[in-house]
Every structure is written in structure tokens, then in C-alpha cells.
């Protein structure tokens, strides 16, 4: 009765020595992302106009009347909004 056998450990030893291999094949092979703008894109950034102080002021007094609960909305405005928007 044998109770070592060699014999039996070499083809584990082949399918390790096939996993690293794939490994490092795989590292070789990564590619990376990339990301291309196009002209039309750049042109509508360029375009893009920065913020006006009068907006920054109306954002900021709009922001303050929510805050104290003056902010009333006017709902004939946002009726004729939404008629032109269903039509």
C-alpha cells in the first residue's frame, strides 16, 4: 500500500501554472476607457453663457421668499404653460 504518490501532485501543479498564465494574459490585455467630445458638443459649451448677477439676485430672492412662506405661485401662469405644452 502507498500512502505518498507524487504522481498525483503534478497535475495540479499544471492547471495553477494555466490559471496564473491566463492572469497575467488578462492584465496585458486591459484596455482603458475613453472619452471623445464632439465639435458640436465643444461649441455648446463654449456658447454657454456664465450666470448674470440679475439671476444670481432673482435665484436668491426667490430663495427667500420660499424660505419665509411668501412665495405664492401664480396658477393662471402655469395653466397657459401647460396648454402650450399639451397642445
Same mark, same amino acid.
Given at each position: 500500500? #502507498?500512502?505518498?504518490? /507524487?504522481?498525483?501532485?503534478?497535475?495540479?501543479? /499544471?492547471?495553477?501554472?494555466?490559471?496564473?498564465?491566463?492572469?497575467?494574459? &488578462?492584465?496585458? /490585455?486591459? #484596455? /482603458?476607457?475613453?472619452?471623445?467630445?464632439?465639435?458640436?458638443?465643444?461649441?455648446?459649451?463654449?456658447?454657454?453663457?456664465?450666470?448674470?448677477?440679475?439671476?444670481?439676485?432673482?435665484?436668491?430672492e426667490? #430663495? &427667500?421668499?420660499?424660505?419665509?412662506?411668501?412665495?405664492?405661485v401664480?396658477?393662471? #401662469?402655469?395653466?397657459?404653460?401647460?396648454?402650450?405644452?399639451?397642445?
Open positions: 500500500m #502507498k500512502i505518498i504518490e /507524487t504522481g498525483r501532485i503534478q497535475p495540479v501543479h /499544471t492547471y495553477q501554472k494555466q490559471g496564473e498564465a491566463r492572469v497575467t494574459e &488578462n492584465a496585458r /490585455t486591459r #484596455k /482603458t476607457d475613453q472619452v471623445q467630445i464632439s465639435e458640436e458638443a465643444q461649441a455648446m459649451l463654449a456658447s454657454r453663457q456664465p450666470e448674470s448677477a440679475e439671476r444670481k439676485q432673482r435665484i436668491q426667490l #430663495k &427667500n421668499e420660499v424660505a419665509s412662506g411668501t412665495y405664492r401664480d396658477a393662471e #401662469k402655469i395653466a397657459d404653460k401647460l396648454w402650450d405644452f399639451l397642445k
